[in-house]
């Protein structure tokens, strides 16, 4: 099935009150500081191929305008029938898992300053992988992303509200944008299927935008209470190991990454918060 793509995240509701956040908890002005990043910043795949004319092209093909949160849900709501029909994610038949992401997604929803438009949906995946990604407000978890999570709660916390800021940020409309480039250049307007936007979106956030996502998912959990260092803890524990890694393959794909993401969001942490994140748990 053809289906025109892609992603971004999630859906809101929920009766949190502001006044149930102590005022201290409150979402301030946050600085978003990306200088600890190198110059050598990834970018994805269509980007890598049109260098600095990317750009250019795309604004000229797609104007990230006509990207709104409805065109993203459509895309989303597209993406997920064909991924479930053409069996590219086996989906967890397990509903405390799914219920309880649902709690968790709906809560760093709630907290949200400026909430887009975009109808949020969670599932847990029968996967053996550490993985976690999202695509026009379908946000999708591993199982064993979930038992990474287990007994570190804060940590689901964070990814689920990384994932969440992959869309309220913009980068789910701009890959949108680059994946109109895409069919326009490569000629894949009848291979965009699930598993072919899957691929294309695990290589299309470089590391500015995985940044970026990590920190407002921290700000979203920090304002639920939650351990905001749990985060740092995780990529310390992926920089280390090289057997965790190779399971995040997939959508985490940032080695070398991970302990330059540990460093800039324990950085974010301590400007914004000033709490300073221990030694790895
Ligand atoms: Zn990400």
Same mark, same amino acid.
């Given at each position: ?72 849900? @459509?895309?989303? =709501? ?13 989906? *967890? #038949? +397990? %509903?405390? &898992? ?8 709906? @809560?760093?929803? =709630? ?13 847990? *995946? #029968? +996967? %053996?992988? &550490? ?151």
């Amino acid at each position: 099935m053809t289906i025109t793509i892609v992603i971004s995240f999630l859906l809101l509701t929920c009766d949190f009150i502001d006044t149930q956040i102590p005022a201290e908890r409150k979402q301030k002005e946050m600085t978003y500081s990306y200088a600890c990043l190198d110059s050598t910043v990834s970018a994805g795949r269509v980007n890598r191929m049109l260098g600095k004319g990317g750009d250019i092209v795309r604004d000229l093909i797609v104007s990230e305008k006509t990207i709104t949160d409805e065109v993203q849900n @459509e895309y989303g =709501a597209a993406f997920h029938k064909d991924a479930v029909e053409s069996k590219t994610f086996k989906m *967890l #038949d +397990d %509903t405390k &898992i799914n219920s309880h992401l649902n709690q968790v997604m709906q @809560e760093l929803l =709630a907290v949200r300053e400026v909430p887009s438009k975009i109808d949020y949906h969670i599932y847990a *995946l #029968d +996967d %053996t992988a &550490i993985n976690a990604f999202t695509f026009g407000g379908r946000i999708y978890v591993t199982k064993r992303m979930y038992e990474e999570c287990e007994g570190k709660t804060a940590l689901l916390y964070a990814i689920v509200g990384h994932e969440i800021g992959h869309s309220e940020k913009g980068h789910i409309k701009r890959t949108i944008q680059e994946l109109h480039v895409s069919n326009k250049i490569f000629g894949e307007e009848n291979g965009l299927t699930a598993f072919s936007i899957k691929r294309i979106l695990t290589g299309s956030f470089n590391q500015k935008n995985e940044l970026e996502a990590d920190y407002y998912g921290t700000d979203l959990a920090f304002q639920l209470d939650q351990d905001v260092c749990a985060a740092v803890s995780f990529w310390r524990k992926m920089a280390s190991s090289e057997n965790e890694y190779n399971k995040v393959e997939d959508f985490f794909r940032t080695h070398p990454f991970s302990a330059l993401r540990a460093q800039c969001l324990q950085n974010h942490i301590n400007a914004n918060f000033s709490k300073k994140c221990g030694l790895l748990k």
